[in-house]
C-alpha cells in the first residue's frame, strides 16, 4: 500500500478509525502509524484526541482507540 490509498481512503470517510484501516488493508496497527504520521507532517491527516471512554460505555480500552481525520486544505 502506498500513501495516496491511505490518504483516499481518509478523505473519503473523513474520519476514521484506526483498527477500520488495520482491517481495510490488512496491515499492522504500527506500520499504519507511520505512514499517518508522515500525513500528519504534510498537514493532510490530524489525530483526533481521544476521550477517556464513550459516552455511557464502560468496557472500551482507550489504549487502542485512535481517530484520524481528513486536515482541510485551504
Known amino acids: 500500500m502506498i500513501l495516496r ?4 481512503f481518509i478523505l473519503n ?4 478509525f484506526l483498527a477500520e484501516m488495520e482491517l ?3 496491515i499492522n496497527r504500527d506500520a499504519l502509524r507511520q505512514m499517518l504520521n508522515k500525513l500528519i ?3 493532510r491527516v490530524r489525530k483526533l484526541l481521544t ?3 464513550c459516552h455511557y460505555c464502560t468496557c472500551c480500552n ?3 482507540m ?3 481525520e ?3 486544505q485551504n
Open 5 to 8: 490509498e491511505l490518504q483516499e
Open 24 to 26: 481495510h488493508f490488512h
Open 62 to 64: 482507550t489504549n487502542t
Open 70 to 72: 481528513w486536515a482541510e
Open 51 to 53: 476521550p477517556e471512554k
Open 66 to 68: 485512535e481517530f484520524y
Open 41 to 43: 507532517k504534510k498537514g
Open 13 to 16: 470517510n473523513h474520519r476514521v
